[in-house]
Each structure stands twice: as structure tokens, then as C-alpha cells.
């Protein structure tokens, strides 16, 4: 079975059905990247496998685990928010070390799983400023490494660097896909940014209005798209 199974997946808002039926099997290690329009259900679909919306129907296996009704909390996968959600008040390390120290981890352990993600981040110079005092790329770090020190079996991502302007964009997205070669940890990514999809994507999930349309490299999506609708939105001529 695949590291993480998503079976006839199901969500509604009231009337509006959100995701319909939606089955994908994502291998461990994989970079997946979901695109599509506006309001095609990328966030939804995301925050259903991290536990933040209750699902309606089908299931979710996660390394041999039914997932499916776990709280967000005992899923073992960390979401990267976009950077505005740091505590501003607290230092770098404050946030990087928060969800740790909740967890009640040895304060050791902590400081050395910290040190190590800023480390891998280029954060190490800037641990005890706080948020107000970076760049947003360097803002941008801080909200990926604290899912890092988490060490998570999922990082899900959704358009982190969409607050960015497009110099930082392209930067930020760089070290994303090193981090992804560097820890080679499973990641699902969403944007609706064509070009962060075909250079960051293992393989590339297309969804329009709650379904996919197609799963494939970019490559696959790029010399055969499955469909106009594929081919426009990955800009390729057909
Ligand atoms: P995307 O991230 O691709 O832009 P979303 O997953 O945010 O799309 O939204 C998918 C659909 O579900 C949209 O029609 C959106 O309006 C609707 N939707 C999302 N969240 C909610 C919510 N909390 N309540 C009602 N409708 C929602
Ligand atoms: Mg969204």
C-alpha cells in the first residue's frame, strides 16, 4: 500500500459539495504538488488530510494507519502556514521550539532539534531576534522550520510563498526544493503558480472543481495532458 492513501475522499459545505470522491496514492519521499484554479478545493483537500476539516466520506491511510477520524494533533504531519502566522512576540527559537515544548520534550532535546533546523534553514544567526526584525523570506523559514523540528511524516504546504514578492518567490522556492532533497521527506504542496508546480513536483495533481483531472510528472503533463483544460492551465500548446 502507499505511504499515504486517500480513498473516495468526500466534503461538503452545507449544499456545496467541496471534494468529490477523490482517490490518489502518494508514495514515500514523493514532492506532490496540488494545482488548479481558485476555489478548485486544493485548501480543502489539504486540510482534510491534516486534520483541520472533518471529512464526510472516505478514508485516509497514513504509513499503514487509518487516519481517517484522527485528530489533526496524532496524524504526525505538519502544515507550513504562511509566514504571518509566527507569534510576534516571541523570538525565532520561541516559535521554533513552541509546539515542542507543548509536547513536553526534554529541554536538551529541544534546543538540539532547533539548532539543527536552523542549521539546514540559515536561520542560526537570527534565533533570538524576533519576526518583526527578518526579511518575509527569512519569516518564510522560520514557519517551515518550525514544522521541521517536529520531524513530521508529511510536510503540507498550502501557497507558502504566495505573500512573497517574486524575486523572494523564486529564492524561497529554491530552498524549498533543496530542503525536500536534503531531509527527503514526503510533501504535499499546493499553489495555483504553474511554474512553482513544474519545478518543484515529483508528480503534479490537477484538480478542478473537486476532482482530478490528472496525476502525473510534469513532464507526463507537460507532453500529454489528459485534457484542454490540463493543457491550459500547465501552458503547454495542443
Ligand atoms: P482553493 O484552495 O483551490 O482556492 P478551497 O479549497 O479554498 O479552494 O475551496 C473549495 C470550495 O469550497 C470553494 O467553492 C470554497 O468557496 C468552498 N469553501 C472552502 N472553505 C469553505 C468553508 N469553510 N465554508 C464554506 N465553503 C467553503
Ligand atoms: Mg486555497
Known amino acids: 500500500m502507499a505511504f499515504l492513501q486517500l480513498k473516495g475522499v468526500e466534503k461538503y459545505f ?40 472533518h471529512i464526510d466520506g472516505g478514508s485516509l491511510m497514513l504509513d499503514g494507519r ?18 504571518y502566522a509566527l507569534y510576534p512576540h516571541m523570538s525565532v527559537y520561541e516559535n521554533m521550539s513552541f509546539a515542542l515544548k507543548l509536547a513536553k520534550e526534554d529541554p536538551a532535546v529541544i534546543r538540539e532539534k532547533v539548532e539543527r533546523a536552523a542549521q539546514i ?35 503540507l504546504f498550502d501557497e507558502p510563498l504566495s505573500n512573497l514578492d517574486a524575486a523572494l518567490r523564486g529564492q524561497t522556492r529554491v530552498e524549498i526544493a533543496k530542503l525536500h532533497r536534503d531531509l527527503g521527506a514526503t510533501t504535499i504542496y499546493v499553489t495555483h503558480d504553474q511554474i512553482e508546480a513544474m ?7 490537477v484538480l478542478r472543481d473537486g476532482q482530478i483531472e490528472q496525476v502525473g510528472t510534469p513532464l507526463e503533463l507537460y507532453d500529454r495532458p489528459a485534457n484542454q483544460f490540463v493543457a491550459q492551465f500547465i501552458g503547454s500548446p495542443q
Do not use: H, W
Open 66 to 83: 487509518d487516519i481517517t477520524d484522527a485528530p489533526s494533533s496524532k496524524r504526525d504531519l505538519a502544515m507550513v502556514f504562511q509566514s
Open 14 to 53: 452545507g449544499d456545496l459539495r467541496a471534494i468529490k470522491g477523490i482517490d490518489l496514492a502518494i508514495e514515500r519521499g514523493e514532492f506532490i504538488v496540488f494545482v488548479g484554479p481558485s476555489g478548485c478545493g486544493k485548501s480543502t483537500l489539504l486540510r482534510l488530510i491534516a486534520g483541520l476539516e
Open 199 to 205: 519545478t518543484l513536483a515529483d508528480r503534479i495533481v
Open 121 to 155: 534553514l540559515n536561520l542560526t544567526p537570527y534565533l533570538q531576534r524576533t519576526p518583526r526584525a527578518l526579511s518575509g523570506g527569512q519569516r518564510q523559514r522560520v514557519a517551515i522550520g518550525r514544522a521541521i523540528v517536529r520531524a513530521p511524516k508529511v510536510f
